[in-house]
């Protein structure tokens, strides 16, 4: 819900006027009102975005972006009078798709889809009245489009042929049914005014044949996925409408406003699915309104936010297809459980039960600088958080934790460790409470030179 959108910023919405009542019971969200002051933190996603763009591509994997345009601007007859579009929220989404195309950055234009699409003022808008998300019918525009930006480029229409097609079949509903989604209600004071529901068409996506699956029943994992918002939820069909575009199966993650989408990149990046079989494209649907939000937007949630700089970090290392060694190496130099190693590099550590103070202790025979990053299989069985804590001479120490799967298989791992100053020397790792810790050749690899250039 978007109560949560941002953390403290939108808690109370409601009460601060983050619902705006337009023309014809059309409802807006004043998040979406932008000036010419969030251009030099809209500029620091533009340039997050095509670092890793550069980053994907070296490591074989071709980024679509799809930004979701402004419902204000696709739907500005429908604002209330006191409320226009001002200059800078009229063009930059243009400025932005520019801004990144001229770094080779494949852009799908949404916004001029939709302004020009005839079902804008349909019986079936492209938005909802009473939401702050598309429509069925907008969702399959938005899927159309990303197919015809992808069929106008011979790169990426090669890299889709090249994918195995799938059969799916679409099937609309024979009549309109209610609509549940409301969410801009919410953000108006409670019992103010009273909305009739919107009727919307249903859309089914369903395989017109079961899918290929091996010996032991596990289907391939498809070799396009699609990153994006609460957009990209199964509920609005989106995902499902790209499904029935492009005729190819997708591994879908979508992640809600709250924690945004760097932390939704960063995630499916992490995610066994990417470590196991990197796509061939990968669609990253963004809302217009959040570029302005990059990683350290400071009024997320805290656990979200995070420096620039290092998120970039992580994701470049969560990207690199292999490790190229760095010249630092690394040896265990204390073990705080049961454990029997003398080199960790390369080698296999593997314990009995832990507990929440159990630690291995590795050593660098130098200062580990920015570029380098940790990497490893490891499995903690039980517990679903890695801790890391840096230390050395004249170093502040540092903790960074990790979410893992918890299970009884080993997972890829890779995180870099900078500090605020020099490098560490040395780092603990606490796996929490498990029922055994195992480490399988842990790399200290370097990432490429010119990535913070």
Known sequence: MLTSLLGVAVAHAADAGMGIVGKNDWLFYRYEMTEANDAAATDAS?????RLNKLLAANGTSMVVAMVPLKMRIYAEHLPDDIKINAFMAGNYERMRQALQSTRVNVIDLNTAFLNSPLRTSDTPLFFRLDTHWTPTGAILAAETVKAGIGANPALQKELEATPEEGFKMVLASRKRPSVS??????LPQNSLTFAPEQVVRVNVNRARPPKEDLLGNAPIPAIASVGSSYSRDWTGFTDALRYQLQRDIV???VGADQGSWVGMESYLRDDTFQTKAPKLLIWEMPERDMRAPPDYKF????YISNNTEWLLRVSALVQASCKPSAITAKLAHAGL???AANVKGAEL????TNDNDFIEIGFDKPIEKLDYLAARVTTAGSKTLTFEGSGPGVATRRFSLNVPGDDAAHAVKTPLPSNAGGFTKVRIYPGKSNGFALQGLQVCRQPEDLLK
């Open 350 to 353: 593997v314990t009995g039960p």
């Open 182 to 187: 409301r969410d801009l209600i919410e953000q």
């Open 300 to 303: 997320r949630e805290t656990r």
């Open 252 to 254: 879908s993650v979508a």
């Open 46 to 50: 533009l340039d997050l975005i095509q």
């Open 338 to 340: 049961a454990a029997n």
